[in-house]
Nanobody, 116 residues
């Protein structure tokens, strides 16, 4: 059974940094692309960053240059380093993975609040 567990969220002042972690289990982690999404209150879910199995990364325009996604296959963990945080980054952040012939899985989310 695939499980994703996020951690690292919290309250931070604008301009600050946070590092989110997502530990995966129940899948061959190294062969899958991993995604970070976020959902702010009253807004649609937004894809923030993706990292492929080969380490190629892609970012939403709103976070380019501020956020960095990375992965540690040995630890089955994907990270999201968030710098220069803005109040508009406030959201619940979820990691997600699409598993062949099985579907898409989501973590429970970790909340990030950026105060101005």
């Amino acid at each position: 059974q695939v499980q994703l567990v996020e951690s690292g969220g919290g309250l931070v002042q604008a301009g600050g940094s946070l590092r989110l972690s997502c530990e995966a289990s129940g899948l061959n982690f190294r062969i899958y692309a991993m995604d970070w999404y976020r959902q702010a209150p009253g807004k649609q879910r937004e894809l923030v960053a993706t990292i492929t199995s080969g380490g190629v990364t892609n970012y939403a325009d709103s976070v380019k240059g501020r956020f960095t996604i990375s992965r540690d296959n040995a630890k089955k963990t994907v990270y999201l380093q968030m710098n220069s945080l803005k109040p508009e980054d406030t959201a619940v952040y979820h990691c997600s993975v699409g598993v062949s012939y099985s579907g898409r899985y989501w973590g429970q989310g970790t909340p990030v609040t950026v105060s101005s």
